[in-house]
């Protein structure tokens, strides 16, 4: 099984949910397409199979393949199938498997010599947003450009260029896309957008007025509107607001029973609490839910602080097995990896050996310029911790990681 880390310093994984595409023109059957093995879909654990929503999976997945079969030059339904694995790596934490699979079988699309244009854009669409998710942020851009040649003025795109381009640290550009998003489209997707980028240029108040559009602008029990709850009350968490968090992600346990990420974040909201037994409880059963790294790692640091160092040695050696898992299968983790070193290990070094390459990656990024100072205020570089937040504070973030960084200074 492989896991992903949900952080509110990332909207990468947000695009996976919300850039649906949607169906077009079909092509026609020949027998010179290349075949594909499809992958397997993987049974849902009972409590995540939400009756019919389960139901609705398999069947589309046995028309998916089938169409495939019975015609190689159906992209439509290559498509399709490639955004039900995006879907059901989401639901299940089962990224490793349903992510090379989405790759592989929207690569046979885009290679396929009777492509229409239509299907090219939705192909290079969902690929992109796959990318995204794998942390591959400059591949993902250059994809998103190829579908917006396609069509420049689809919203969806505009949506994984806005993506992109924060996780690149081009923020200004990543403003205009979103204001050009929203002309276009205004939905929970742009809206989303929206409010992520208020967010980091300071406006919080703007960011929640947002993403509260979102939410409502949302399918009520959808899981793309269950992850734009979870991004409200992981706002209101972030900046102190606990109550407002704890009643966003109570109500989306109310629309979607079971939600794992809503359960793992009330987990987080009772150790601020210092509720730790409730939240040791809480934070054991997101992981029985779905073996999610984001639920092992509080849980590991909840062990730390009360002392149990041979329990979360022990969680530590699931928690590395889980992220070589997502190295393996193609997911850059390095920004993961550097916190959890420096965070739960106290291994500043190897921090700085992950965060350094990542750096290379995206020297502009707000976050991982903020881990760049820590690790520096770790080694009492001040002069270097001032470089790394001076870039973190360009947008006039009041996250409270940056307000403590600069107290520090």
């Known amino acids: 099984m492989n896991h992903t880390i949900k952080s509110i310093g990332s909207i990468a994984l947000l695009t996976v949910l919300l850039t649906l595409v949607y169906a077009c023109n079909s092509t026609s059957n020949t027998n010179t397409a290349t075949p594909i093995a ?18 609705e999976v398999q069947n589309n997945y046995s028309k998916f393949t089938s169409a495939i079969s019975e015609n190689p030059h159906d992209n439509q339904a290559k498509i399709q199938l490639a955004q039900l694995y995006i879907r059901e790596a989401r639901v299940t934490g089962e990224h490793g498997h349903y992510y090379p699979g989405a790759l592989a079988i ?30 591959e942020f400059t591949d993902a851009l250059k994809t998103g450009n190829a579908a917006a040649l396609l069509n420049p003025s ?12 924060v996780e690149l640290g ?11 998003m929203s002309s276009i489209k205004p939905d929970i997707r742009s809206y989303s ?22 939410v409502k602008a949302g399918f009520p029990g959808y899981e793309e509107t269950a992850w734009a709850m979870l991004t409200l009350g992981d706002i209101y968490k972030e900046y102190g607001q606990l109550d407002n968090a704890m009643q966003v992600y109570k109500e989306i346990l109310d629309m979607r029973p079971n939600y794992p990420f809503a359960v793992g974040a009330i987990g987080d909201i009772q150790i601020l609490q210092g509720k730790e037994k409730e939240a040791e409880a809480t934070l054991k059963e997101a992981m029985d839910i779905i073996p999610e790294v ?37 997911h850059n983790m390095n920004l993961e990896y550097a916190d959890l070193y420096l965070d739960i290990l106290d291994d500043v070094e190897k921090a700085k050996e992950y965060a350094q390459l990542e750096y290379n990656k995206r020297p502009k990024n707000i976050d991982v310029n903020k881990m ?4 520096a205020l770790h080694e009492k570089n001040m002069t270097e911790a001032e470089k790394f937040y001076n870039v973190a504070a360009s947008t006039k973030s009041k996250h409270p990681d940056l307000e403590k960084i600069k107290s520090m200074i």
């Open 106 to 135: 929207l690569d046979n699309a885009l290679n396929d010599s009777e492509l229409t244009d239509d299907m090219k854009f939705l192909a290079l669409t969902t690929k992109a947003g796959v990318e995204l998710s794998l942390h």
């Open 294 to 330: 984001g639920f092992y790692i509080s849980l590991a640091s909840l062990y730390k602080d009360q002392g149990r160092t041979q329990e979360m040695n022990a969680l530590m050696d699931e928690i590395m097995v889980m992220l070589k898992e997502d190295t393996d299968s193609g």
């Open 170 to 180: 081009n923020y200004d550009k990543a403003v205009k896309l979103a204001d050009r």
């Open 193 to 214: 957008r929206v409010s992520y980028l208020r967010e980091i240029h300071g406006d919080v108040d703007g960011s929640i007025e947002a993403m509260t559009l979102a």
């Open 154 to 165: 689809n919203a969806q795109i505009h949506g994984v260029l806005v993506d992109a381009n």
């Open 38 to 55: 499809t992958a397997e879909l993987i049974q849902r654990g009972e409590a995540i199979q939400l009756g019919k929503e389960w139901d």
């Open 372 to 375: 760049m100072a820590k690790i």
